[in-house]
């Protein structure tokens, strides 16, 4: 008989996108369900005094948690980890649970397997850890090609080759400065003065709408398919990652990041001056080093291929199998 595994889904888009990478990876070998959670304002207590509870959830808009309990549970972030706890309090110890990031060093003893990214291992003591680079993703090969081939056919008004731009914007406690917008405006204008062709960009709702305007500036005149933020159209993320001859994507976003080096094409970062964390900047230059990405000033930017697709999620789904 087929195992079963639960997936708890919470209102975090980027923790939601990673576990959609491993339920893809995992494809039939599991039945997985989706369980929706919805956290109250108690959810931000820490870990050690929810304990192995559901303090912190809306159990009335979540969904109801019952047996016949799940021979695993993944928990997609610290908020979600004592609901995991709680499932596997129920089954008497049945319930295994697979844990994505690092949850804290509360109840780690309960947690079967802990997928931690390399950049977060310095405080990853004790426990089932497994350390990956980046973080688990969508771009599978096959999204990859159904995505070519469905935007091509949008993009195609606009002259080759395509150049995607993926741009994110201010972190915790670092804002978006006007000066990393005008020098990323001006690097994105180098490259494509070298390249030719056209743009395919994004914004988010992090980089800021002066922000915005100091790039779109700079690249005033060139054919451009744009999705900024706040554009009311379907969103062709997956299209600029499959459709861009190289990639450029700000370093300020794990997730984005790693999705932009999961689409097999040449990647390029901007890093910008006074910005990113010390996290943000070892997780780049782990990219670099494994041949997954370039920095935009590189002056090899442009000659970069990649030597591989980063696919953690398909490393997990092996790590996984070891344990079903």
Excluded at 159 to 171: C, D, E, R, T, Y
């Amino acid at each position: 008989m087929k195992k079963t595994m639960w997936a708890l889904l919470d209102d975090r888009m980027g923790s939601i996108g990673q576990a959609k990478g491993v339920i893809l990876a995992l494809g039939d070998l599991v039945n997985v369900e989706e369980k929706k959670i919805v956290y109250t304002r108690w959810a931000k207590l820490p870990n050690c005094l929810k304990g192995r509870s559901l303090i912190g959830i809306n159990e009335e808009e979540s969904t109801h948690l019952e047996a016949p309990w799940p021979d695993f549970v993944l928990s997609i972030s610290r908020r979600t980890t004592p609901i995991a706890r709680w499932i596997k309090k129920q089954s008497d110890g049945k319930t295994k649970i697979i844990q994505l990031m690092h949850p804290g060093n509360c109840g780690l003893k309960d947690l079967d397997l802990v997928i931690v990214s390399e950049h977060d291992a310095k405080k990853s003591k004790g426990g089932n850890f497994f350390f990956i680079t980046g973080c688990p993703h969508r771009v599978s090969k096959e999204v990859i090609l159904q995505a070519k081939e469905k935007w091509e056919a949008v993009f195609s008004r606009l002259p080759k080759p395509w150049l995607s731009v993926i741009i994110g914007g201010s972190i915790k406690g670092r804002p978006f400065s006007m000066e990393n917008a005008q020098t990323l405006g001006q690097e994105i204008k180098n490259i494509h003065q070298k390249m030719g062709g056209s743009i395919l960009i994004s914004t988010s709702r992090r980089t800021g709408a002066e922000a915005e305007k100091v790039i779109m500036e700079e690249l005033k005149g060139i054919p451009a398919y744009t999705y900024l933020w706040g554009e009311k159209k379907e969103n062709p993320i997956m299209g600029f990652y499959a459709c861009g001859d190289k990639i450029i994507v700000t370093g300020d976003s794990v997730s984005m990041a790693s999705e932009a080096c999961g689409s097999g094409n040449p990647v390029l970062i901007f890093e910008g001056k006074n910005w990113l964390s010390a996290k943000h900047k070892r997780f780049i230059r782990s990219l670099y080093a494994k041949g997954y990405a370039i920095a935009l000033e590189d002056n090899d930017a442009l000659e970069f291929v990649p030597q591989r697709r980063l696919d953690p999620a398909q490393e997990i789904m092996e790590k996984i199998k070891d344990i079903i």
